[in-house]
């Protein structure tokens, strides 16, 4: 019998991995670009990356969709950016709806700054507004028991 393993998209060169589940707290690296898989850090999405992170991820993936006019979006940057140094499991992607509008839509934005959840290209929860990061922690935390 295999192992479970999960699909975890590269977020350097955006390659598909499959990852054994008890390597996943070992940090694992990218098998074209040797770049680490789960950085603890939020990397930028375009119209291409996208769909692939949110659809090939089977890891809870956390994706703050902003905008570059919006004040609450700016204020909640730097505590999404700490949210995601505390949860190293967790993938954390941001998508900036004013420069790539086409990745947003067909997730029907409606408020920005808006956080949607997504585990095995579904999406579990969404919570728009800004937060301070210890609240990001606990919404994050709430959706992996």
């Not at 060169?13 to 850090?41: E, M």
């Amino acid at each position: 019998m295999s192992e479970h393993s999960f699909h975890l998209v590269c977020l350097h060169c955006h390659a598909t991995n499959r990852v054994p589940a008890a390597r996943l707290s070992a940090a694992p690296k990218c098998g074209k670009c040797s770049q680490s898989l789960l950085t603890a850090s939020p990397h930028e999405l375009n119209a291409q990356t996208a769909n692939k992170v949110i659809q090939k991820n089977d890891v809870l993936t956390i994706v703050d969709f902003w905008a570059s006019w919006c004040q609450p979006c700016i204020m909640m940057a730097p505590e999404f950016k700490t949210a995601a140094g505390q949860l190293p499991q967790v993938v954390f992607a941001k998508v900036q709806t004013d420069k790539y509008e086409q990745a947003a839509a067909p997730y029907n934005i409606r408020s920005l700054p808006t956080m949607v959840a997504f585990r095995n290209g579904k999406e579990v929860a969404r919570q728009s507004g800004a937060l301070p990061s210890n609240q990001i922690i606990q919404w994050v935390q709430s959706l992996q028991a």
